[in-house]
């Protein structure tokens, strides 16, 4: 009676992988792609035909290395057929919006900025964050940036008293502090120099500087008790790129590949050395959590009143865990790229250059500056945005539907993905007038809002009720830094320098900024 009672049993577990092959191979490898982009030409959007399992992402591999070895000139800031070719490519032949294929699943790119806007200013949650790839939320967590509906809304109410302008005002101290340890090491150094100037590599230095700045201000720690972070997260982007356009087989995570393991171990190191930090600030709570970034969020979890009734948890250990991962990669890497790019744009325009030393010198003196002062950078502040606007650390903004929606005339499918590439709509000579290419900083002379033909157009903290929640923080740190640097040095390109820009999760420099900073002569100057 055995045998065949097990015989039965294989036979009903075969027939079920068999049903669940079919499903998987034909239905949602094969027919559903085909059917959805004959629904989508029906309606007139068009794109690249759908291959089998890899989708259109074999063409844009293809792409992305052909444009890869190409260099420009230091005023062409024009690096989108450079980096997302298909893009502009599938743009130029298939008009807006088009669709395109990421493996079998579609992704609907659009341009218009009143479909921008209807999706990112949505109040009712009808438009939630796309699938995020594995490897990015074992780096950045589910935290602030990735939830969605309820549990954004508590991570938000905990999180936002951490960005209120006081907060943010004493947070200057600590980023000018730090700032200042990087600047006197290269002023000791050009001192010694018979020309008085030194080469650094500027991007390097400045993410180390910002890991720096958000270990004090997130942990109140140094940067040396804060590399585990910044260098797990860092070797998790390294993974990111390098699978980005690999299609995501169904369980194949799970397997206990090289790289598999290699991510689980740098997702452990960033749980225990975080979870370390907490637990520690935890045990010290009698004596309080402290004013930083992380005191706050652990103040408003442990002590805050509900009901009455005290020391109820409104995050659970492992979402501020996914907090400060947030924090700390958010916190540091776009900032840095900001301040990367900014460097750039002041070599390559030195009239900008002298403009922001003048404005600095007026405003600040020759002293640490404070937060009053900085809010009084007005220039400064029009050179942060233009560079934003042409080279934003973040390329993409993503969202799905939770139901069918209509986005202008087109009917979107329950979670399909919709794409909207901000450095193409940043270029739009329609929106931001016939310089939109050239680096023009007197653009935002009347602020963002005035800065283009509608008033939303800049996209790179993103708009609507899910704009980035750190934009604050982000231009005071460069702002502080720039400052100082403008107040020692005069800076350009080494003559060596490769302009290519690169996506690397984040816009970066492909060579890195490696530029010669001059000691300033001591000057008269008019405060």
């Known amino acids: 009676m055995a045998a065949p009672v097990v015989l039965v049993v294989l036979a009903a577990l075969l027939a079920l992988a068999t049903s669940r092959l079919w499903s998987y191979a034909v239905v949602r490898l094969a027919w559903r792609p085909r059917a959805m982009a004959r629904r989508f030409r029906e309606q007139g959007v068009h794109g690249p035909s759908y291959r089998f399992l890899t989708g259109s992402n074999e063409d844009v591999r293809r792409m992305k290395a052909e444009a890869d070895g190409v260099e420009l000139d230091l005023r062409d800031h024009d690096y989108l057929p450079r980096i997302v070719p298909h893009l502009v490519k599938w743009k130029h032949q298939y008009g807006s919006p088009y669709v ?5 699943q579609p992704r609907i790119c659009i341009f218009d900025y009143e479909l921008v806007k209807q999706v990112l200013a949505n109040k009712y949650g009808h438009f939630i964050k796309n699938d995020t790839h594995p490897t990015i939320l074992a780096m950045i967590g589910k935290g602030l940036v990735l939830v969605d509906g309820s549990d954004w809304v508590r991570h938000r109410r905990v999180v936002n008293p951490a960005f209120a302008m006081d907060k943010l005002k004493m947070m200057t101290g600590t980023m000018v502090s730090c700032a200042e340890c990087l600047i006197k090491k290269w002023e000791d150094q050009a001192t010694y120099s018979k020309s008085r100037e030194i080469e650094v590599e500027f991007s390097k230095e400045s993410q180390e500087l910002t890991a720096d700045v958000i270990s004090c201000t997130a942990f109140g720690s140094s940067f040396m008790e804060g590399k585990e972070v910044f260098h797990a997260q860092k070797q998790l982007q390294a993974i990111t790129v390098a699978t980005m356009l690999n ?13 598999n393991r290699c991510k689980w171990m740098l997702e452990n190191k960033l749980k225990n050395t975080l979870s370390r930090i907490i637990q520690c600030r935890v045990a010290s709570k009698e004596s309080g959590f402290g004013n930083d970034l992380l005191g706050v969020m652990l103040e408003a979890c442990f002590t805050k009143e509900q009901g009455g009734k005290k020391g109820e948890q409104i995050l659970s250990v492992d979402e501020i865990i996914d907090e400060c991962k947030t924090f700390f990669f958010a916190g540091h890497e776009t900032t840095s790229h900001l301040l990367t790019w900014t460097m750039f744009l002041l070599s390559v325009y030195p009239e900008w250059q002298e403009r922001l030393r003048e404005e600095v010198l007026r405003e600040c003196g020759k002293g640490n500056p404070n937060a009053d002062m900085l809010s009084k950078l007005k220039e400064m502040t029009m050179v942060l945005l233009e560079t934003l606007r042409l080279y934003s650390p973040a390329l993409f903004i993503q969202r799905k539907p939770i139901t069918d929606m209509v986005l202008g005339e087109i009917k979107i499918p329950k979670g399909h993905a919709i794409i909207m590439p901000s450095p193409i709509m940043h270029r739009e000579k329609k929106i931001w007038g016939e310089d939109a290419d050239q680096f ?76 010669v900073l001059k000691l300033l002569e001591v000057r008269n100057w008019i405060i």
């Open 100 to 104: 395109y294929w990421f493996g079998p």
């Open 247 to 259: 299609v995501q087989i169904p369980g194949f995570k799970y397997l206990p590949t090289k790289q």
């Open 440 to 515: 023009n900083p007197s653009r935002f002379q009347n602020g963002v809002t005035r800065a283009a033909k509608v008033p939303y157009a800049l996209l790179a903290f993103s708009i609507g009720p899910r704009a980035c929640i750190g934009q604050n923080f982000a231009m005071l740190e460069a702002k502080s830094v720039l400052a100082m640097i403008l107040q020692k040095f005069s800076f350009t390109l080494v003559p060596e320098y490769k302009h290519a820009p690169v996506n690397c999760v984040t816009l970066q420099p492909k060579f890195g900024l490696p530029v």
